[in-house]
């Protein structure tokens, strides 16, 4: 099992809150990765990052920004949360791109 | 377009009988193919990988082939488990770009019944 870890694994939260999602990974790889998928859909690729110091946004327009200060850690947060978020967010990491991409377990946002 | 199509969306079998899932993909230039499982409420693991070369793969009980000439590729799970249910998920990663793009496919539900 990959060595990739989210908290917290289901988030209920208020419209206009302030989120950060977490994501660690002891595993020592450069590339990382957000996704967000619906239930029935494919996943979607919303920020990535090369390295340490190194963001950028994916394929799918996302309102949540990230941060990559340490090689371990890639937050996501969302300054103010609306009901359209709502969904699974998926954080991942490999050793180089296009390598076998390991999944953290998910974060599943509600927002009411 | 690059795009990633599998079918059947959902599929119900009894436990002990075998399944083949479909992929078919539009993605080019091809780099590799990836099977990953996703098991509910969990994030997905990869079972197998197959480059252009690779015509077939096996992890166990299940087999991936892969035909680059028609683009499509399929995953053959044998002598099913309760432990199988999950949605299965094709992956497909061009070499047309620095990030090395992954193109994903809706997923497959498979669910076995006892």
């Known amino acids: 099992e990959a060595d990739i870890y989210q908290t917290p694994r289901y988030l209920v939260i208020g419209t206009g809150k302030k989120i950060t999602l977490e994501c660690s990974q002891t595993?020592?790889?450069?590339?990382m990765y957000w996704y967000q998928q619906d239930p029935g859909m494919e996943l979607h690729l919303i920020h990535y990052?090369?390295?340490?110091?190194?963001?950028e946004k994916g394929d799918l327009s996302s309102e949540s920004t990230v941060s990559r200060i340490r090689t371990e850690h890639f937050p996501l947060t969302l300054e103010s949360a609306r009901p359209s978020h709502t969904s699974q967010y998926l954080c991942a990491s490999s050793v180089n791109t296009g390598d076998e991409q390991y999944f953290g377990p998910g974060t599943r946002l509600t927002v009411t | 377009k690059n795009q990633v199509e599998q079918s059947p969306q959902s599929l119900i079998i009894l436990e002990g009988k075998n399944c083949t899932l479909q992929?078919?993909?539009?993605?080019?230039?091809?780099?590799?193919l990836r099977w990953y499982k996703q098991d509910t409420g969990r994030g997905p693991v990869s079972l197998t990988i197959?480059?252009?070369?690779?015509n077939t793969k096996s992890n166990g009980r299940y087999t991936a082939t892969l035909d680059a000439d028609t683009k499509q590729s399929s995953l053959h799970i044998t002598a099913s488990q309760l432990s199988d249910s999950a949605s299965y998920i094709c992956v497909v990663s061009d070499r047309g770009s620095t990030l090395g793009r992954l193109y994903f496919g809706r997923g497959t539900q498979l669910t076995v019944w006892p």
């Open positions: 990052s090369y390295g340490v110091n190194s963001t």
């Open positions: 992929c078919n993909y539009t993605v080019s230039p091809f780099s590799n």
């Open positions: 197959m480059t252009f070369s690779e």
């Open positions: 595993m020592g790889h450069d590339k």
